[in-house]
């Protein structure tokens, strides 16, 4: 056998064990029943509980702080991480833009996984939906237009009305994968260059008056269909950017 085939196979058996320990640390924080906030172990402790070394044990806490399941605070101790999902968003939008050198496929995908989330729980929130929210949603419509006759771009106020469109749900994990949708799609949008000529501001704000119009008239497959529309349209965006 030789060292070319060798080294791959250690290398992947290193990892293969860092993983493990990892896996092994977050169960551990599970059968502690420890939660967000609450201090973890020392490293002497953690390392006589898994039977690591020191060092190997740092590795892993290093990747797991990186994934936010840990936070790591020097001077006084480790801790179990709060909810953080900026290490997904900046993963996500890392890949989708990446995928733009070529075919845009997970940049598209990511557009499927959004537009699935929102057109399927439409109407679940608008079940639950007070007249006080439905209100607020309008206002963000109304931002919208008022910013696009200016010829100024609305993102905050297009981030508000989704996030807005959903709040009935009282869903907080909903609202967080939203946000870190958001957040990707917005950094594919910057990068493909859409949506910036007045025209286009003008047919956006326009579209989701619409959307609007569905959910205030109680239509749940109206406003389902004009979320797919709207979906429809950021990936031939996307894929138009990508066919260039």
Do not use: C
């Not at 101790?77 to 909810?83: I, Q, R, T």
């Amino acid at each position: 056998m030789t060292t070319t085939s060798i080294v791959p196979q250690a290398r992947f058996s290193a990892q293969a064990r860092l993983r493990a320990l990892q896996a092994d640390i977050m169960e551990l924080i599970l059968e502690r029943e420890l939660e967000a906030g609450d201090p973890l172990p020392t490293e002497n402790e953690l390392s006589v509980a898994l039977g690591v070394g020191r060092n190997t044990l740092r590795e892993s806490l290093k990747v797991l702080q990186a994934l936010g399941v840990i936070e790591i605070r020097h001077g006084f101790g480790m801790f179990v991480a709060p909810s953080n999902f900026e290490a997904l968003a900046d993963g996500l939008t890392f890949r989708g833009r990446l995928s733009l050198r070529h075919q845009g496929l997970e940049a598209l995908q990511l557009v499927d996984v959004r537009q699935a989330l929102e057109s399927g729980l439409i109407g679940s929130s608008m079940d639950v939906m007070t007249d006080g929210q439905l209100a607020a949603i309008e206002g963000s419509v109304v931002r919208m237009e008022g910013l696009a006759a200016a010829g100024e771009n609305f993102v905050e106020a297009d981030a508000e009305f989704h996030s807005r469109l959903f709040e009935p749900l009282n869903n907080e994990l909903l609202v967080d994968l939203m946000g870190v949708f958001w957040k990707v799609y917005r950094k594919i949008h910057v990068e493909i260059g859409a949506g910036t000529a007045a025209e286009d501001l003008v047919a956006t704000a326009a579209l989701h008056r619409n959307i609007y119009a569905a959910v205030a008239a109680g239509d749940k497959v109206q406003a389902s269909e004009r979320l797919n529309r709207h979906f429809d349209g950021i990936r031939k965006r996307i894929s138009a950017a990508v066919s260039e």
